[in-house]
């Protein structure tokens, strides 16, 4: 087990074993919905003595396994944990317990849970069996990591991010609709990595039609996100990789009584479908947060990117600049008509970062919604 010199500095020991929690946290990427990503330390005498993860929903928490691994250990020990430990019962019973039952005598947290069942309570009933408990370390960091988790817990809608690749001159194909690659393969192993954490991928009509794409995460099938296309028409090819369902499963959002024959072929090849009477984004959104997902990628051409942006369902923008130009009045752009008409209205990112990703250039920033 790794060692650190508390003595030292208990301050800088309390941050980076709190970077060893997020990296215990983040091995169930994609995994957890609805649940958020949480690792687990356990520390004595500046050793580690229990690490632990929580793998998914149904299972125990991170807190659990690393008490486990600790054993008669912990008693006395640090236990370090990236969100506030839960304190209610749901489908386990509540980590406040685990950790007073192991005797533990100090916890330093990342961030207070904003789930209005634990919402500061699982610091308050530690604190007041006795023990020491320190929040906030890394708390941008921990905050960062399960941003998708709260915006849910706030906003009761999964958390959206508009990802799409351009040129230096904003397109993301050329005149005649051709596609492929705007970007490098390293930035295309980067959505790749995206898809692993994200639990659903959407698309509208005319990606399955210009791009037959497969959405995958080009690994196990584990790791391959819900793939979700809307289409108000269906008239969408019979043959298409995404109807190979054996790979990732595939569902179609369409409007009531819309080419019966087409979705009864679908429904033949495992591929879900579900009518709606109005199909928009926040339909959409609205059903995937009642499937307990946490986050989802929206990959779709520039008419649909502004109805989602626009129905407030994208939070987050992904956005790959390619070192190329195309040129082209009519070659599509990533994002349509928001019908705005002066520069002064249009949408401003906030907490915009970027980083070369190849030879390309990704530009992350959030929505203020």
Known sequence: ?????????QEECDRLIMVRCLELAQCALGKTAPNPLVGCVVAKNGEIIGEGFHPGAGHPHGEVFALREAGEKARG???????EPCNHYGRTPPCTEALMAAGVARVVIGMIDPNPLVAGSGVAKLRNAGMEVVVGVLEGECRKLNEAFIYRILNHRPFGI????????GKIATTTGHSAWVTSPSARSEVHKLRVACDAVIIGGNTVRRDNPFLTSR????????RVVMSRSLDLPREANLWDVREAETLVFTEVGCNREFQEYLRQKGVEVLETESLTPGVVMDNL???GFLSVVWECGGILAAEAIAAG????????????IIGGETAPAPVGDLGLAKMTDA???ENVSMRAVGCDYLL??????
């Open 289 to 291: 947060y009642e499937r």
């Open 77 to 83: 020990a640090t236990a370090y944990v990236n969100l």
């Open 313 to 324: 369902a994208v939070q987050k923008i992904w956005a790959f600049i390619a070192p190329k």
């Open 219 to 226: 690994r196990s099938r584990d790791d391959n996100p819900l």
């Open 347 to 349: 949408l401003e990112l």
């Open 364 to 369: 992350e920033g959030y929505f203020n919604n």
């Open 162 to 169: 508009l990802k799409y690749a351009m040129t230096l001159d």
């Open 1 to 9: 087990m790794l060692k650190f010199n508390e003595s030292e500095n």
